[in-house]
């Protein structure tokens, strides 16, 4: 992978965990 693609995909795992949590502390209240 170039640098570029790399990053963005780091990017995008990062935006997937945060949705997750959130998603996560919306069904626990």
């Given at each position: 992978?170039?640098?570029g693609?790399?990053?963005e995909l780091l990017e995008a795992?990062?935006?997937i965990e945060f949705l997750?949590?959130?998603v996560m502390e919306k069904?626990?209240?």
């Open positions: 992978l170039l640098d693609q790399t990053s795992k990062r935006q997750r949590k959130t069904d626990f209240e």
